[in-house]
């Protein structure tokens, strides 16, 4: 499975959007990290997005049907946007866990600039239940494809994909504390590339690579 593939947004059996409809969706999401920037989570009401993106309030509520699904898409755009920037300008790593460690803090000072629409977007991440699980998973997705094209494996193996995760739920952690005001930049810089190094840990040895 191609990073491409695994960073799809949407599930096979919804049918792709018109164009119309694509750009409803695009006005909608700029909305939402409009407001968010401004007024961080709370600033973000349905009523102001549906004004904001000129839809009416029950056709927002059709595309995202409450302010936890805005966010989260909101936050899958942003991240399929960074993801976009990554493939134009790859890091310069020799190492895969170096080129990891740099595109998360890459990725992290995006979100260091808009700290309002960070926190927006990662309190509705912390929120989210199950009604919101296909939308989380598909942001988790995307995370694991922006991972996995820094580290240049196409088809990892179980523990390359286990280091994977940890890594992931490191940089949330940290991205959590940050927020809080509970870890500095430098903090959260130690931390991922700390984390990074399991990717050295789970390398496929050189037999193994040769076997394949």
Do not use: N
Not at 72 to 77: C, I, L, S, Y
Not at 147 to 167: K, N, W
Request: proline fraction near 6%; glycine fraction near 4%; include cysteine.
């Amino acid at each position: 499975m191609t990073a491409e593939s695994r960073a799809d947004h949407r599930p096979s059996a919804t049918p792709p959007l018109t164009e119309r409809q694509e750009a409803r969706r695009r006005r909608i999401l700029d909305a939402s990290a409009r407001l968010a920037a401004r007024g961080g989570f709370d600033a973000v009401q349905m009523r102001e997005v549906a004004e904001a993106a000129g839809v009416a309030l029950g056709t927002l509520y059709r595309y995202f049907p409450s302010k936890i699904h805005l966010l989260v898409a909101t936050m899958q755009d942003q991240l399929q946007h960074m993801h976009t920037t990554l493939r134009k300008h790859p890091p310069a790593g020799a190492a895969p866990a170096e080129r990891v460690a740099e595109t998360l803090m890459r990725a992290f000072r995006a979100l260091q600039r808009e700290p309002q629409l960070a926190d927006a977007m990662v309190r509705a991440l912390t929120f989210a239940d199950r009604g919101v699980s296909p939308e989380v998973d598909t942001v988790s997705r995307l995370t694991t494809a922006i991972i996995l094209d820094a580290m240049g494996t196409e088809q990892p193996t179980p523990a390359q994909l286990s280091a994977v995760r940890v890594i992931e739920h490191t940089w949330h952690s940290a991205l959590i504390t940050w927020l809080s005001g509970r870890a500095s930049i430098a903090q959260v810089k130690i931390d991922i590339e700390t984390v990074c190094r399991l990717i050295d840990l789970t390398a496929p040895s050189a037999p193994e690579r040769a076997g394949r």
